[in-house]
């Protein structure tokens, strides 16, 4: 068995265990981490914020979350700004832009402290001890296969994003677009952007829809795009003529599965990856090895399987327990 080999076990290992048998102990310093989300009142990084919470309870550790009330870096880098100044041990970071905000990050670790990257890397990734994240790729294309099938191979699709700028996006679009390549009856109607904008992304619907007639799939990048196709598919009175295919998850988008508007959509496991990134955090700050890369599982959640107890612990929250 190759070293290679052996490393994989050992994470599909880590993964597997009971939270007990993964924990790791915090030396006699309460160390002090601050996770950085993408963007305040987004279910996934609440989720990722509670499930760091659990742990940081569970292991002695001193925590709080912040973020930008906007998906933008400019606001995203006030907060990092103000969370070094604050002096913490390590800092669990989502990025709004991998190239805008490494500098800073750079700087951070000068200083001495960890980052640990959520949902992916910065463009130098000499900067984070770790990142965790779903594969991407694998989702984008698990997405398209079932627009795709949903769909009988033909029709005009098209998809939805946040912005060109985002590396998690650039690979969730990926994987679509190559799994849609396969079928020549499906024509790609290509990306539009809303910067995270749940009405703007309504709007795109409901003017492809008046362009686009025959508009058979939409495929949505994140929670409020999801949330916004599903409101515009609504107002364009096409419920069940437009197949739509989201990523992630909120209580609307829960809603609307249910209800049939979204015919499936793809749910990442937040909370544990909020628990994985303390109890990795506090293991490098112990002074312990901890993975370079991370990848975590996802599930597919369609009307016929939301409510079943496999998806449901997969479902993002709006606050913590």
Do not use: W
């Amino acid at each position: 068995m190759t070293a290679k080999s052996t490393r994989r076990i050992a994470l599909a290992t880590l993964l597997c265990l009971p939270l007990a048998a993964v924990a790791v102990s915090a030396q006699a310093k309460e160390y002090k981490i601050t996770y950085i989300q993408g963007v305040t009142g987004n279910p996934f990084y609440t989720s990722v914020a509670c499930g760091a919470a659990e742990a940081a309870k569970r292991l002695g550790v001193k925590f709080e979350a912040q973020g930008p009330q906007q998906f933008q870096s400019a606001l995203q880098l006030r907060v990092l700004n103000a969370v070094i100044a604050s002096k913490p041990d390590g800092i669990l970071f989502t990025n709004t832009d991998p190239v805008a905000l490494t500098p800073t990050l750079l700087q951070a670790k000068e200083m001495g402290i960890k980052i640990l990257s959520i949902d992916g890397d910065v463009t130098d990734d000499s900067v984070a001890i770790s990142n965790i994240m779903s594969d991407n790729t694998i989702g984008g294309a698990q997405a398209g296969e079932f627009l795709a099938k949903a769909l009988g191979g033909k029709g005009e699709v098209m998809a939805i994003m946040n912005s060109p700028a985002s590396p998690v996006a650039q690979l969730r679009l990926k994987g679509f677009t190559d799994v849609i390549a396969k079928y020549p009856g499906m024509t790609f109607l290509g990306p539009q952007y809303t910067a995270n904008q749940t009405a703007k992304a309504a709007s795109t619907v409901t003017a492809t829809v008046a362009a686009h007639p025959d508009l058979a799939g939409i495929y949505t990048l994140s929670t409020n795009n999801t949330e916004g196709a599903a409101t515009g598919i609504r107002e364009a009175q096409r419920e069940g003529k437009i197949k739509l295919v989201g990523f992630d998850t909120s209580d609307p988008i829960v809603e609307a599965i249910r209800s049939g508007v979204v015919a499936a959509d793809v749910v990442q496991h937040p909370y544990r990856v909020g628990q994985l990134g303390m109890e990795m955090m506090v293991a490098a700050l112990d002074g312990k090895p901890v993975e370079r890369q991370v990848r975590t599982e996802f599930v597919v959640a369609t009307p016929q399987t939301i409510d079943t107890p496999a998806v449901q612990q997969y479902v993002y929250k709006t606050h913590c327990d």
